[in-house]
């Protein structure tokens, strides 16, 4: 069963517009949330992250929501450029029924059009 | 910056091979991982290890054992491949368990088992 959902598998953007990719999780135990971002033939990179504590962090570019009620997050992209074009995981950690639990999300593939 | 290395980008073996593919971290990280990327199911763990000579099952540990002689070496093997373990093999390191890790990825083996 999977924790950690993306439910869009890609996502086509202009150049300059917003994107947002969506993540999902089951369980409210995961108390810590992070974004990566992988290009082909390279390793995922880090990209932000969240506590459950909070409802916003801000990057740059790059923002991640997080609402607690929902269990969703979202990772928002303003403007977004040719360059983020890559595919996005989102991955959730915590400890469940005692285990240290780090769990990704199946991914979403962004192209960012010029 | 940290550097996460992998033995190869590109394998090819034949179904009952013994593999083995090396990771090499160089930033005294306690946790490395081993992880397989598949479309549509993202990046599932493998095994991973907090110390040297420990180890834990991840979430798809049937097929492969692991090695962690060194700290900065982490040995992913396959004892008798098969074509179901043809994929993306990524290796990925961090500083102690914990919620605020990132994890640092190595560019990842492509492995196809014919």
């Known amino acids: 069963d999977q924790q950690v959902k993306q439910n869009s598998p890609s996502l086509s953007v202009q150049e300059g517009r917003i994107s947002i990719l969506n993540c999902d999780y089951t369980?409210?135990?995961?108390?810590?949330f992070l974004w990566y971002k992988k290009y082909p033939a390279e390793g995922p990179t880090f990209l932000i992250s969240?506590?459950?504590?909070?409802d916003k962090n801000e990057d740059g570019r790059f923002t991640v929501f997080l609402n607690k009620s929902a269990k969703h997050l979202s990772l928002h992209i303003v403007p977004s450029q040719p360059g983020d074009s890559a595919v996005y995981f989102c991955?959730?950690?915590?400890?469940?029924?005692?285990?240290?639990?780090?769990?990704f999300g199946t991914g979403t593939r962004l192209k960012v059009l010029a | 910056d940290v550097k996460v290395t992998q033995s190869s980008r590109y394998l090819v073996k034949r179904t009952g091979e013994k593999v083995f593919l090396e990771c090499v971290q160089d930033?005294?990280?306690?946790?490395m991982f081993w992880y397989r990327q598949d479309p549509g199911l993202g990046l599932r763990l493998i095994y991973f290890?907090?110390?040297?000579?420990?180890?834990e099952k991840g979430d798809i540990p049937e097929g492969y054992s692991v090695s962690r002689e060194k700290k900065e070496r982490f040995s992913l093997i396959l004892e008798s491949a098969s074509t179901n373990q043809t994929s993306m093999y990524l290796c990925?390191?961090?500083?102690?368990?914990?919620?605020?890790?990132?994890?640092?990825f190595g560019p990842g083996t492509r492995l196809t088992v014919l």
């Open positions: 369980n409210s135990m995961f108390d810590y």
């Open positions: 991955a959730a950690s915590g400890v469940l029924s005692g285990t240290y639990k780090y769990i």
């Open positions: 969240i506590s459950s504590i909070k």
């Open positions: 930033m005294d990280h306690e946790n």
């Open positions: 290890s907090y110390d040297v000579k420990m180890k």
């Open positions: 990925a390191s961090s500083f102690q368990t914990g919620k605020y890790n990132e994890q640092f």
